[in-house]
């Protein structure tokens, strides 16, 4: 019987259109580590992720699972693994799962973090993971305005166009929003699930918020108004990185 197996992996994104397969490109995540995996299991092997991250976003803690018709012990997969994934994908745990065990209808939450380099001048070093925002940003107002989205909402507001999900109502367990140092800004988010560039619409809200574009009142209006076209800007992919993805 072949074997199922969960794994936690991080990557760069910069350089890949998504993680998910996609016929007009052969960078992608998932197609980077499908290839990988064939080639351990001598047969071709199909993943399924957690989350469909987006061109050029990033990912400390995407889970995926896969079968494989060979047993390797769950310890070897990530050494197996790195020795044929390229240096901006990394597996970094695995752990041998159920047979019905699926890295994305069995997630229960994720988290996703924003970051924001307030700053004269972007850096060389951490340019690809954050956004630079210039002019100054009000975090105490950023922060007041993340407690009006926790909890569960209509988020179709937050929604880019080309969705097809049933229903726009999601859960935001929490949004914490936080200086890490004098120039950079941590949006965490938690929920239960995120509509289509629902946290980067949702970021690029709060940046508008912190420059005072945009009221709390206002907030509160745009949100009840289920309409994409009040709410902020999309935010830029480079800045958000998926976290991690929880289970049960």
Not at 55 to 74: K, T, Y
Request: some cysteine.
């Amino acid at each position: 019987m072949r074997k199922n197996y969960k794994i936690i992996v991080e990557y760069d994104g910069s350089n890949y259109s998504g993680w998910q397969r996609q016929k007009n490109t052969e960078q992608t995540i998932q197609q980077k580590i499908e290839e990988a995996l064939t080639k351990i299991n001598k047969s071709q092997v199909k993943i399924d992720g957690a989350g469909r991250t987006d061109a050029g976003v990033h990912a400390a803690g995407q889970s995926a699972n896969f079968f494989l018709d060979v047993e390797i012990p769950p310890t070897k997969i990530p050494i197996a693994l790195n020795t044929e994934l390229p240096d901006d994908i990394i597996c970094k745990k695995a752990i041998k799962v159920n047979q019905n065990f699926h890295a994305r209808y069995d997630a229960r939450g994720k988290k996703y973090r924003y970051r924001i380099l307030n700053s004269n001048f972007n850096s060389v070093f951490v340019r690809n993971f954050v956004y630079n925002v210039y002019k100054k940003l009000d975090l105490k107002m950023m922060q007041k305005a993340a407690k009006i989205f926790e909890g569960s909402h209509d988020f179709a507001s937050f929604c880019a166009a080309g969705s097809s999900v049933e229903s726009t109502v999601r859960t935001i367990r929490s949004i914490d929003i936080y200086a890490v140092d004098d120039s950079e800004i941590w949006l965490d988010i938690v929920g239960n699930g995120f509509l289509y560039n629902m946290v980067r619409i949702l970021a690029g809200t709060f940046i508008e918020t912190g420059m005072g574009k945009k009221t709390l009142s206002e907030l509160e209006v745009i949100l009840q108004s289920c309409n994409r076209k009040n709410a902020g800007f999309t935010a830029p992919a480079q800045g958000l990185t998926l976290m991690e993805v929880f289970y049960d």
